[in-house]
C-alpha cells in the first residue's frame, strides 16, 4: 500500500518491516511464510507470487486480496491520469491476474475472499478512484462466484468501514483523521485484529454454502 504523505523510500522500508513482522508471527504458531517482494501491478510478477506460493507451500487453498492504494482529492481535476491508472492496477487488476492464476491451482473446497469496503455501496466523494475500484470489486466477486461454483470454489468479499491502518493518517488530512470513524453508529473507527473473524469465517471449509457474499465489517452502519 501506498500513501500520498510518506516518501517511497520510508514506505518501501515500513512494507518490508510489516512482512517481517507477519512472517515471524506465522512461524511462532508453526507454519511457514514465504515473502515475495515486487509490484502486484505487474500482471508477470502476480503469476510468480502464485507460482512461488505453490513452489514453496505445495498447493494453494484460500487466496485472500487485500491489497489497496488510495490517495484523496477534493476536485475531480487534480486526480491525474497516473493515479487513477495507479488506484486501478493495484486494487483490482491485481486481483484479476492473482485470482486468474491461482483458480487453475486450486482443489474443490479452495476459498478466495476479496477485500472491498463500505465504499462500495456508500462512496467517498473525496476517495473517487478508490471508491470507484471497490465497487468494482464487488461485483468481481459476485460473478466470480458464480463462475467458480461448478470448480467448486468459493469467492466472497469483506467490506470493512473505517478501519486504523497506517493508510489512513498517509492519505487524509488531519482534521479528517481526527473525525475517522465518528460517523458510524459505534462512534469509533475499527482495529485490523476486529477484521479478522470475517475472513476465518469465510476461510473456514464449515462455510461450504457461502459464496457470491459480502460481509460488512462496519461498526454499525449497514451496507444493503
Known sequence: MRGRAQTSSSLIFNEREDAKETQRLVEEAGRKAVLVAGDIG????????IDKAVAQLGCIDILVNNAAHQATFKSIEDISDEEWELTFR????????????????????GAIINTASINADKPNPTLLAYATTKGAIQNFTAGLAQLLAEKGIRANAVAPGPIWT?????????????????NVPMKRPGQPAELATAYVMLADPLSSYVSGATIAVTGGKPIL
Open 42 to 49: 505487474s500482471p508477470a510478477h502476480c503469476r510468480a507470487i
Open 166 to 182: 497506517p493508510l489512513i493518517p498517509s492519505t487524509m488530512s488531519e482534521d479528517t483523521v481526527e473525525e475517522f470513524g465518528k
Open 90 to 109: 493495484v486494487n483490482i487488476h491485481a486481483m484479476f491476474y492473482l485470482t486468474k492464476a491461482a483458480v487453475p491451482k486450486m482443489k474443490e473446497g
